[in-house]
């Protein structure tokens, strides 16, 4: 099937970009972009009615699709200009990829659940999107072969930042991780590389991700 031309659903997609913006999101072309993308298709049928809320809803391998305005809040956070390398980690079922795809040069994406990596494959193709490279394997410890990357979004948490991402991080870029025990919530940051050596943090505030699971992040359990 050809997603291209589908439209989201014009008066729930309002309400969505209105629940967005009430969480201080005013990057207008983020919103532009979010605007454009029929949130429905990423999830399944028996959620299409769900799928403009303000909400995370499962995605199958007991992941989550992130709530909007989270994404919408990372995304803005990447300051992108449309000409960057970008290292997503957690593809899950490709939504914030597709974004970042319209927003900057290439996505290279990185999924651990190899069914979730194929059915983002697809749906991305399915949608016109070729400026991405997929990858299954354990993002924290980022991709090596491909680095260095203007910018670095990871969309699971784990309890440190996993130092290999630092290390994969242009100068100059800009890593937006959530770091936390699962049990409570996480902090959102936003971490500048200013030098080879330095880096500046800004905590975005609390949020709730699945784990991220890997070498440099949770061990797995059957919820993972
Ligand atoms: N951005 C995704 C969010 C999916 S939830 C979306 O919009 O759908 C987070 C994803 O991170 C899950 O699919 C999970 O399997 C994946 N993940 C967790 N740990 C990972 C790791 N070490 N490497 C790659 N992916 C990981």
Request: proline content about 7%.
């Amino acid at each position: 099937m050809h997603l291209k031309n589908v439209q989201p659903n014009a008066i729930r997609m309002r309400r969505m970009l209105e629940a967005v913006m009430a969480q201080g999101v005013t990057d207008q072309k983020v919103l532009t972009v979010l605007g454009s993308i029929p949130r429905e298709l990423f999830v399944s049928k028996a959620l299409a009615t769900d799928a403009y809320d303000d909400a995370c809803l499962p995605i199958g391998e007991l992941q989550t699709i992130s709530m909007p305005s989270v994404v919408a809040r990372m995304t803005a956070a990447l300051e992108l200009a449309g000409t960057e390398k970008v290292l997503e980690i957690g593809t899950g079922c490709g939504y914030q990829t597709i974004l970042l795809s319209k927003l900057c040069r290439r996505v290279y994406t990185v999924e651990r659940h190899k069914s979730l990596s194929e059915a983002a494959v697809k749906r991305l193709h399915d949608f016109g999107i070729t400026n991405f490279t997929p990858l299954v394997g354990d993002g924290t410890l980022g991709w090596p072969a491909q680095a260095p990357f203007d910018r670095i979004i990871v969309t699971a948490a784990g309890p440190w930042v996993p130092a290999p991402l630092i290390d994969q991080l242009a100068v100059g870029g800009i890593l937006v991780i959530p770091v936390g025990p699962q049990e409570t919530s996480q902090k959102l940051l936003k971490i500048r590389k200013i030098s080879a050596t330095e880096t500046t943090e800004e905590n975005l505030g609390p949020v709730a991700f699945v784990p991220l699971v890997g070498q440099q992040g949770l061990p797995q359990t059957n919820r993972a």
